[in-house]
């Protein structure tokens, strides 16, 4: 988390849209998923793997394909509305890529790897 936190921040105004048919709108700060791939020597034409705290599921790991990695809106959000995050809504960091449904928008990050590219 300190890594996180001492790299650049941005704050988005981003919405999740639900595939049940509900969207919010909120404003996160995190780190821009781009300039993190960019920093470990990633390409922008990779993939990028999400690994979550959550039991093993459908929705424990995802893998961001590279258009929605590269994507300046996506973020690794450690804020919410500026405070930091509650376990409700994903702490430490959760993904927030705008370009993705809700369900996709992965919780509880423990882990993050490029792949591919």
């Known amino acids: 988390m300190a890594e996180l936190q001492a790299m650049p921040q941005s ?33 922008p034409d990779s993939d990028v793997r999400m690994t979550s705290l959550e039991p093993p599921g459908p929705y424990s790991r995802t893998t961001l394909p590279a258009r929605h ?35 996709l928008q992965t919780k509880w990050l423990t882990r993050i790897e490029v792949v591919g590219g």
């Open 69 to 103: 990695a590269r994507d300046s809106a996506t973020l690794i959000a450690l804020r919410l509305n500026g405070a930091e995050l509650d376990l409700d809504h994903g702490y430490p960091c959760r993904l927030i890529a705008p370009t993705r449904p809700g369900v």
């Open 11 to 43: 704050t988005r105004d981003l919405p999740i849209a639900c595939v049940e048919g509900w969207s919010a709108n909120a404003q996160w700060t995190g780190i821009v998923l781009a300039d993190l791939v960019a920093a470990e020597g990633g390409s």
